[in-house]
Every structure is written in structure tokens, then in C-alpha cells.
Nanobody
Framework: QVRLVESGGGLVQPGGSLRLSCAASGIIVSPGSMSWYRQDPGKQRELIASITRGGNSNYADSAKGRFTISRDKAKNTVYLQMNSLNHEDTAVYYC?????WGQGTQVTVSS
């Protein structure tokens, strides 16, 4: 059974950093695109960053210069390094490996 398991969320002060991980298990073939989304209550889920099998990455404007997406093909794991976090980054973060979604991990930026 294919599943995605996320980890790394938590509470961080403004200006701090977090690293999210999403491990895809039960997959035989290395996934194509792997992505991170986030969602605030009452808002639509938005794409934050994505990375292809070849390593090409794309970012939302809100993430450029602060977040870095990477992947470990051998481990079928995608990471999101988040730096210079601010209150607007507070959300539930989800990884996506089509057609699957992770369970979500809460990121709270607060002093």
C-alpha cells in the first residue's frame, strides 16, 4: 500500500526555521513530481513548491528566497526547508505525490 508520511512541523518563533519531510512508502518507481502545499482554515490549499524527478523546482512567490524544496530519490522522500518564517506561514502543510496527499503537519509561527 502506498502512503505518504509527513513530519517536521511544530511551533517556531518568527525568523526561525523548520524542515518538513514527506516519505513515500510502498512505491516501486520513483515518483515524478513531488510538491508541498499549505492551507489556512477557511482558505484554499495553495501550492508552495514542487520538484520534478530531474530536480527542477518551482516556488510560489511567498516562498521564493526563503524555502527550499529537495528530494532524496533513494528514499522517495521530499523535504521543505523553511527559513525566515513569519506569522503568514502559519498553516497546515501537505505533501503531494499524485494522486496521494500526506496527512498534513501543522506549522505555527508565533512569539
Amino acid at each position: 500500500q502506498v502512503r505518504l508520511v509527513e513530519s517536521g512541523g511544530g511551533l517556531v518563533q518568527p525568523g526561525g526555521s523548520l524542515r518538513l519531510s514527506c516519505a513515500a512508502s510502498g512505491i516501486i518507481v520513483s515518483p515524478g513530481s513531488m510538491s508541498w502545499y499549505r492551507q489556512d482554515p477557511g482558505k484554499q490549499r495553495e501550492l508552495i513548491a514542487s520538484i520534478t524527478r530531474g530536480g527542477n523546482s518551482n516556488y510560489a512567490d511567498s516562498a521564493k528566497g526563503r524555502f527550499t524544496i529537495s528530494r532524496d530519490k533513494a528514499k522517495n522522500t521530499v523535504y521543505l526547508q523553511m527559513n525566515s518564517l513569519n506569522h503568514e506561514d502559519t498553516a497546515v502543510y501537505y505533501c503531494k505525490v499524485p494522486p496521494l496527499w500526506g496527512q498534513g503537519t501543522q506549522v505555527t509561527v508565533s512569539s
